[in-house]
């Protein structure tokens, strides 16, 4: 019963180094998006994938951040010279349709990022 | 605007008793869904329900059952007789239809059940 699969659970980095948060969706879903938590609020949308594609990136920081959903392979979330307001949870969840309100998106466990 | 409120940050009860957990949305969409999901201490999320904002019937699964009120724009969760493992952080969210991507979630209520 493979869930949505987030990789590394807890990262460490210090300022000026690079994040790279890897995620594998639920077998046979093809929709990712990404969610940041700060600590004491609720996660915020980061970005919406498809395969290939980057379909929705409005909650990204315009600096500094990035994603990908290649053809093979994990979707990846990479933060280039971290800082220290960088440091929250970032979680995955996917879903097997997309673009539409009604889809529940499963999420995984998330990746904790502390950058020092 | 899109907007999810937990006005309750901590919540304890004692094992046994029933709580409630309030959600309050924001949205000039007509057509939205919301969710429940539960984050455990091991910290990932665990989707409870979905409802669509044309159903308003109260829907009850075990424990756990879920009062939709579009009137006072309000979808809170009660769990009956609760239990220890019922302890988490559990968070409301809106999925308004034109956003079809992404959910707005509410900052969370954390629920300790004393044994």
């Known amino acids: 019963n493979a869930g949505v699969m987030q990789n590394p659970r807890h990262l460490v980095r210090r300022r000026g180094q690079e994040a790279r948060l890897r995620c594998s969706p639920m077998?046979?879903?093809?929709?990712v998006y990404w969610y940041r938590q700060l600590p004491e609020e609720g996660l915020k949308f980061m970005v919406y994938?498809?395969?290939?594609?980057?379909?929705?990136e409005s909650g990204m920081p315009k600096e500094r951040f990035s994603a990908e959903f290649p053809k093979e392979g994990p979707s990846i979330l990479r933060i280039q010279q971290v800082v220290r307001g960088d440091s929250a949870a970032y979680f995955c969840?996917?879903?097997?349709?997309?673009?539409?309100?009604?889809?529940?998106?499963?999420f995984g466990p998330g990746t904790r990022l502390l950058v020092l | 605007a899109q907007k999810v409120t937990q006005a309750q940050t901590e919540i304890s009860v004692v094992e046994k008793e029933d709580v409630t957990l309030d959600c309050v949305y924001e949205?000039?969409?007509?057509?939205?869904?919301l969710f429940w999901y539960k984050q455990p201490p091991s910290g990932e999320l665990v989707f409870l329900i979905r409802?669509?904002?044309?159903?308003?019937q109260n829907e009850i699964s075990g424990r756990y059952s879920w009062n939709f009120q579009k009137s006072t724009s309000s979808f809170n969760f009660t769990i009956t007789a609760s239990q220890v493992v019922d302890s988490a952080v559990y968070f409301c969210?809106?999925?308004?239809?034109?956003?079809?991507?992404?959910?707005?979630f509410g900052t969370g209520t954390s629920l300790t059940v004393i044994p």
């Open positions: 969840a996917s879903s097997p349709r997309g673009g539409t309100a009604q889809e529940t998106q499963y």
């Open positions: 949205t000039r969409d007509t057509t939205y869904y």
């Open positions: 409802r669509n904002s044309f159903d308003e």
């Open positions: 994938l498809q395969k290939e594609n980057i379909i929705d």
């Open positions: 969210a809106l999925s308004p239809s034109n956003t079809g991507n992404q959910f707005y």
């Open positions: 077998k046979g879903h093809s929709h």
